[in-house]
T-cell receptor, first 112, second 115 residues
Framework: DVKVTQSSRYLVKRTGEKVFLECVQD?????MFWYRQDPGLGLRLIYF???????EKGDIPEGYSVSREKKERFSLILESASTNQTSMYLC???????????FGQGTRLTVV | GENVEQHPSTLSVQEGDSAVIKCTYS??????FPWYKQELGKRPQLIID?????GEKKDQRIAVTLNKTAKHFSLHITETQPEDSAVYFC??????????????FGTGTRLTIIP
């Protein structure tokens, strides 16, 4: 099975801090995604990447950036954390177009 | 961009009855439609998917139907059991020109099976 691992399960940060959420996959998958999950809003796409150094904005990219320097690692960066970024963040990876996306265990971020 | 709408947001059914969850999508280029199940405190996991060249797919008690003309697809669970209680998400892809596929999810359906 594909393993997608997020660096932290729970994280508490202060407003204005720069926050890094890390995601690593072990199956050489091309596509990686970052979603945030909020009650009643489902999974909303923040950014996605289809190759090393290639990235595209999702539906809610404001306040976020990403980095993919190596194929197996996709990082989500909150340049200056705000309380409205308190959420569950999920990373996912898929082999190619039209294939199953495997999710990480999620990082629950609280910004105080 | 792609817009995926999912209904209902909550659904309660008696154990043994059937459950149906419906989704619509907007991108006519979408060709892959997965369904994910998320149990409490766990990550979403794929339960079934369908591609645009197929109208229906079954896997034991779970089936998915796709109507490309109307741009809607549905999940059907028959003979529901308590372990089917979870949040279900539909999704649709937006293929890109360079393999830059976007995967958009619906807002989820909380399914509760009443014993």
């Amino acid at each position: 099975d594909v393993k997608v691992t997020q660096s932290s399960r729970y994280l508490v940060k202060r407003t204005g801090e720069k926050v890094f959420l890390e995601c690593v996959q072990d199956m050489d998958h091309e596509n990686m995604f970052w979603y945030r999950q909020d009650p009643g809003l489902g999974l909303r796409l923040i950014y996605f990447s289809y190759d090393v150094k290639m990235k595209e904005k999702g539906d809610i990219p404001e306040g976020y950036s990403v980095s993919r320097e190596k194929k197996e690692r996709f990082s989500l960066i909150l340049e200056s954390a705000s309380t409205n970024q308190t959420s569950m963040y999920l990373c996912a990876a898929s082999l190619a177009e039209g294939t199953e996306a495997f999710f990480g265990q999620g990082t629950r971020l609280t910004v105080v | 961009g792609e817009n995926v709408e999912q209904h209902p947001s909550t659904l309660s059914v008696q154990e043994g009855d059937s459950a149906v969850i419906k989704c619509t999508y907007s991108d006519s280029a979408s060709n892959y439609f997965p369904w994910y199940k998320q149990e409490l405190g766990k990550r979403p996991q794929l339960i079934i998917d369908i591609r645009s060249n197929v109208g229906e797919k079954k896997d034991q008690r779970i089936a998915v139907t796709l109507n490309k003309t109307a741009k809607h697809f549905s999940l059907h669970i028959t003979e529901t059991q308590p372990e089917d209680s979870a949040v279900y998400f539909c999704a649709a892809n937006s293929p890109g020109d360079f393999g830059n596929e976007k995967l958009t999810f619906g807002t989820g359906t909380r399914l509760t099976i009443i014993p």
